[in-house]
């Protein structure tokens, strides 16, 4: 059996809506592993962690655990809306860094309460278990997880996921160390380190970076440079800019696949909302990944949620 990877949020900054963005999606961070033998991890708690709560398993208690990257608003807007959360009888571990201003708890709680939402946290009916990390290893339910310090604005995590003998590295918010750099932070590095599918942060061009280049985010170009530094075969463009329309994200995919060729990363993904990647352990598992990549790709309406 498989390992797949679902997109449901794979934009950046703000939830966005018009007919330009329909095809790549609107709705902000939100990624679901599916262990072939286990819970699902979500990777992160955007507002398309929405369209992820009709897929589960009608009639049976919903059980997961979170790896949220940080708590700005795009990765955590979701949870208030996601129906398995207000159903009695539901858990939710959520996993998310230490924090500076109080313990995990007080601060999700601190912003899912009134004024900013009208219910509080602690009368949700479902039971979310929190759990504050460094760079540690730990396991899951069908898969072990190792996270590790991202260079960002604020505290924040990258997530490598192994399941099913394949490997899922997650650095949804990258800062680039400057304009035209090739070097990477060593604890990403070894995150990311030969891992099956990395999934990257890649918001700008070069000269949109070049205006914002202390925002927290990198190019498209040094998402490549990670994945060719770390030895990554597949590379999964994520985190959108909610500024860049289908016809954009279309250009700056096809050159980084050109690109790519001469750093020996073998393909360039751009997420959509709605894509399913299937990952399988052993000599297989490339050409599935590929597969599924590729009709998905062709029809991306079609994937949609």
């Known amino acids: 059996m498989s390992t797949s990877v679902t997109f449901f949020g794979v934009r950046g900054s703000t939830p966005c809506s018009c007919e330009s963005l329909r095809r790549y999606g609107g709705n902000t961070s939100c990624v679901v592993v599916n262990p072939p033998d286990g819970e699902p991890v979500i990777l992160d708690l955007g507002t398309g962690l929405r369209f992820f709560g009709p897929?589960?398993?009608?009639?049976?208690?919903?059980?997961?655990?979170?790896?949220?990257?940080?708590?700005?608003w795009d990765h955590v807007q979701g949870i208030p809306f996601f129906p398995p959360l207000l159903e009695e009888g539901s858990r939710l571990d959520l996993f998310a860094p230490h924090q500076c201003d109080g313990s995990l708890e007080e601060v999700v709680g601190g912003f899912l309460s009134p004024p900013y939402f009208p219910v509080a946290l602690s009368e949700l009916p479902c039971e979310i278990r929190f759990h504050e990390l460094g760079a540690d290893s730990f396991d899951l339910p069908g898969a072990t997880v190792r996270s590790a310090w991202v260079p960002h604005v604020g505290p924040t995590l990258g997530y490598r996921v192994e399941a099913g003998g394949v490997s899922i590295a997650y650095v949804s918010d990258h800062q680039q160390p400057g304009v035209a750099t090739t070097s990477v932070d060593e604890g990403v590095l070894e995150l990311c380190e030969g891992a099956?599918?990395?999934?990257?942060?890649?918001?700008?061009?070069e000269a949109e970076f070049a205006e914002r280049s202390d925002w927290g985010h990198c190019t498209v170009d040094y998402a490549l440079e990670v994945a060719h530094a770390a030895g990554v075969d597949t590379l999964v463009l994520f985190h959108h800019d909610p500024s860049h329309a289908d016809a954009r994200i279309d250009g700056l995919a096809a050159g980084a696949s050109r690109?790519?060729?001469?750093?020996?990363?073998?393909?360039?993904?751009?997420?959509?909302?709605?894509?399913?990647?299937?990952?399988?352990?052993?000599?297989?598992?490339?050409?599935?990944?590929?597969?599924s990549c590729l009709s998905a790709l062709a029809a991306p309406t079609a994937a949609r949620l």
Do not use: K, M, W
């Open 259 to 291: 690109r790519a060729l001469d750093l020996g990363v073998r393909e360039v993904i751009a997420a959509h909302e709605g894509l399913t990647v299937h990952l399988e352990g052993g000599r297989s598992r490339s050409r599935g990944a590929e597969r």
């Open 196 to 205: 099956d599918l990395l999934i990257h942060d890649a918001q700008y061009d």
């Open 55 to 72: 897929s589960s398993v009608p009639g049976e208690p919903f059980r997961a655990s979170a790896l949220v990257t940080h708590l700005h």
